[in-house]
């Protein structure tokens, strides 16, 4: 038996990131964090809701870089929520990113949105594997 997530799974689970970042059904689990991390890259907070739809498109399944099984979250909107991490040549921001996420409730749950810090490795529960 093949570990979770399978390709089949990821794949769905970007396609619902995508469609709750059209419908602007997007939270952000630590605003602040997000809008520092997005200002180093000149990017506005602001601009994201906009630019999510385009930004789920470059991923794709095999830039998976969360555990297996997902992690789950002990943030308090989304506790128990499984996590989704991708690593990614972004077009939109012109570097390597990080993308964590969750889908709770109808809703796109942004974890953290950042300029890769650990290109090519995967996370083991925070840690480098």
Request: hydrophobic fraction near 35%; charge should be positive.
């Amino acid at each position: 038996m093949n570990p979770r997530p399978s390709y089949r799974e990821l794949n769905g689970k970007l396609e619902e990131a995508r469609r709750a970042a059209l419908a602007m059904q997007v939270r952000f689990v630590d605003p602040d964090t997000l809008h520092s991390d997005l200002l180093e890259l000149d990017f506005l907070i602001n601009d994201l809701q906009l630019a999510l739809p385009d930004i789920l498109k470059e991923m794709s399944p095999k830039e998976y870089r969360g555990v297996r099984p997902p992690q789950r979250s002990y943030e308090k909107p989304i506790l128990g929520s499984e996590l989704y991490a991708f690593g990614w040549e972004s077009r939109t921001f012109g570097c390597p990113m990080y993308l964590k996420f969750s889908i709770k409730g109808g809703y796109l749950w942004i974890v953290s949105l950042h300029r890769d810090r650990k290109q090519g490795r995967r996370e083991t529960h925070g840690l480098p594997q």
